[in-house]
């Protein structure tokens, strides 16, 4: 079983940056991040591989999100820049052994979730 913990959630204005981390209790294969906004269901943002030589990422955050990992210290981050107010979601990650997937039933880890907060 691993655990994965994320932190850096926050109220920011738009156009605002943030960084999101996810860490992890021990080694991880791919790492997503998801999120949910109130009254919508749960929508893939961004995955890494445990490599790093596999980043899938969804289409309204193309160019604005960065997902990047450092296995030494078994955390994932997902950069978050020129945020919008329609990027309000509270942001999970999740992790499995090593599928490489943007399917949400691929993953087994999942972290409590983290609030993003963007203010117009």
Known sequence: QVQLVESGGRLVQA????RL???ASGRTGTVGWFRQAPGKGREFVAAIS???DWM????SVQGRFVISRDNGQNTVYLQM?????EDTA???????R???????????FWGEGTQVTVSS
């Not at 156009?15 to 943030?18: A, E, F, K, P, T």
């Not at 899938?56 to 289409?59: G, T």
């Open 81 to 85: 820049n020129s945020l919008k107010p």
């Open 50 to 52: 445990w490599s790093g």
């Open 15 to 18: 156009g605002d940056s943030l």
């Open 90 to 96: 509270v942001y999970y990650c999740a992790a499995n």
């Open 56 to 59: 899938s990422y969804e289409d």
């Open 98 to 108: 090593g599928i490489v997937s943007a399917r949400e039933s691929d993953y087994d």
């Open 21 to 23: 981390s996810c860490t």
